[in-house]
């Protein structure tokens, strides 16, 4: 883990909110390349919620796609697919706000309509 990596982990732990810079377009438009983000402890892991996960290539806010039991499954929203399954534990936090030129844009869970949407996108990609 790179230091930054390791004192986001270790804050987050703590019950500590924290904020850092985005990088990638994987969740396009929702997170931007350069996008910050604040990121609050969670206790409980819904579809729909956009969390930050401790995966193998680092560091990622991506959407909840299946909880089951002890295992979440995540999918950036701009992604053509799942990310591979991770450990609960692997879910350090939710992404409450999405911080672009100097505004605070609040980020909640994706409603049923969006699911919906989504699927259905998935269907007719070619």
Do not use: W
């Not at 986001?8 to 703590?14: G, R």
């Not at 799942?82 to 409603?111: M, W, Y």
């Amino acid at each position: 883990m790179t230091d930054a990596t390791t004192v986001i982990v270790d804050l987050l732990a703590s019950g500590h909110a924290v904020q850092f810079q985005a990088r990638g377009d994987s969740m396009y438009p929702l997170i931007r390349d350069a996008d910050y983000l604040h990121v609050e402890p969670c206790d409980v892991v819904r579809v729909g919620d956009v969390v930050l996960v401790l995966a193998e290539r680092g560091l990622t806010a991506h959407r909840v796609v299946v909880v089951v039991g002890e295992v979440v499954v995540t999918r950036g929203d701009n992604a053509p697919a799942d990310d591979d399954p991770v450990p609960r534990e692997k879910v350090l936090g939710k992404v409450t706000a999405v911080i672009r030129e100097g505004k605070r844009l609040n980020v909640g869970r994706i409603g049923l309509i969006g699911r919906i949407r989504r699927i259905g996108r998935s269907l007719f990609v070619l």
